[in-house]
């Protein structure tokens, strides 16, 4: 009953809520139209005051410099990770004392990397409290930034080398010092005394002072001589470091073949406890000469063997003053422990080596040996030369026009 007359009341005009308001028809422009919407809360006072803008305007500015910043800093790390401009290897040089700036500058002037404010920044961001070392460099092609700091930091410069072999004097290891163009500085004005220097090939970088080589050389030496000497044969008829040095210097300028030093130095040993003259020929020449050494196309002249000077050890007995040049480890060692043979002579057999003799008639069939294959030399040289001399072409004067 109920739900009949409910219907029945609305379909007379009721409204839905029961209130007896009759329905008032709209058109269909009016249904159509929206409704006023309700307007919004005005602000609080608070949300208008001037400190809330002023925080609001910060935070803004904070956002915007932290995206700033951080695509610096992407920018930045993709410049200084990516490969760079260089094109070919180029070498480098740090010079002592050099700061970061000037560093990025110069790798951004030789056109190694493309901005120099990014490696100096991003490169002291890893370096901390570590710096970049002075040298020269060899920068590999297309080395990013961050691989040439790496390589920087390391200290791994290019090296250099000068090579002083055994046998050279004092004056002859300065000369190749002097002649050396990455080398620096001057030499010591006063030379060390023959033998002080250690035969090496020796290391350093550009830059390095020649004084700074030749005190390395000095300690070396020093090092290996009291090494050695510490484990000579008790029984050397030598008493100093001096003469030790002295005799190791003669052997080494007697033969270049390691095999022989040894055998070498028991000749010269035999003779000094038998107190006969050592009779050497580089001690000849060491007196004629001096540290500059004979001239290569200066023979030892018989009348060489008569000079009277403190070296010539065909006059002298035992040894000469001082050593005759700069002997190596293995003469040395040699001297130091010498073979025990009883051979007091030896000449050289034409082929580099030598050949021994414990009395003098051996001695000189072996001289008289090695004098008949000079001389077979000799002919063999002048009969090439006298053919290649032939086999020249002739020239006449119309063609030589």
């Known amino acids: 009953m109920s739900d009949s007359n409910d219907n029945s009341a609305v379909q007379f005009g009721r409204n839905e809520t029961g209130s007896n308001r009759p ?3 709209k058109s269909a422009s009016e249904a159509l139209r929206p409704e006023k919407v309700p307007q919004p809360p ?8 001037q400190v809330v803008i002023f925080l609001n305007f910060v935070m803004t500015v904070i956002v915007f410099v ?12 993709h410049e200084y990770e990516k490969p760079g401009p260089l094109e070919a290897n180029k070498n480098f040089i740090v010079r002592s004392g050099a700061g970061i700036s000037e560093i990025a500058s110069g790798l951004e002037r030789n056109n190694i990397i493309t901005d120099g404010r990014v490696f100096r920044f991003v490169s002291e961001a890893y370096l901390d409290n570590e710096t970049l070392k002075a040298g020269e460099y060899e920068i590999k092609a297309g080395s990013s930034m961050q691989e040439i700091m790496q390589l920087l930091k390391s200290g791994k410069s290019i090296l250099y080398s000068v090579s002083l072999p055994e046998g050279l004097t004092v004056r002859q290891m300065f000369n190749r010092l002097a002649d050396d163009s990455v080398l620096v500085g001057d030499l010591p004005q006063d030379l060390p005394s023959e033998g002080t220097l250690k035969p090496d090939t020796y290391k350093f970088t550009r830059g390095t002072k020649r ?14 001589v009291d090494q050695i000497w510490e484990m000579r044969d008790p029984d050397l008829p030598v008493s100093t470091v001096e003469e030790f040095v002295t005799l190791a210097s003669i052997v080494e300028k007697e033969t270049g073949r390691a095999d022989e030093r040894p055998r070498v130095a028991s000749v010269f040993i035999n003779r000094l406890e038998k107190g006969m003259r050592l009779q050497s020929d580089p001690t000849i ?5 001096g540290g500059e050494g004979k001239p290569a196309d200066r023979a030892i002249l018989k009348s060489d063997l008569d000079k009277e000077t403190p070296y010539n050890t065909y006059l002298i007995k035992g040894l000469p003053p001082t050593p005759i040049a700069n002997p190596g480890r ?16 030896f000449v050289a057999d034409g082929t580099g080596g030598h050949v021994f003799a414990a009395t003098l008639d051996e001695h000189n069939a072996n001289v008289t040996r090695w004098r008949k294959l000079e001389a077979e030399k000799a002919a063999e040289a002048a009969k090439a030369a006298e053919a290649a001399k032939t086999a020249e072409p002739t020239v006449t004067p119309a063609e030589a026009q």
């Open 23 to 25: 329905i008032i028809p």
């Open 42 to 49: 005005k602000r609080s006072r608070k949300a208008r005051s």
């Open 66 to 77: 932290a995206l700033a910043a951080a695509g610096a800093v992407y920018y930045a790390m």
């Open 211 to 224: 004084a700074e080589i030749v005190q390395q050389m000095i300690a070396a030496q020093k090092a290996l």
């Open 285 to 289: 020449i060491y007196g004629i000469f």
């Open 330 to 345: 293995a003469a040395l060692e040699a001297v130091a422990n010498p073979s025990r043979t009883p051979e007091l002579y």
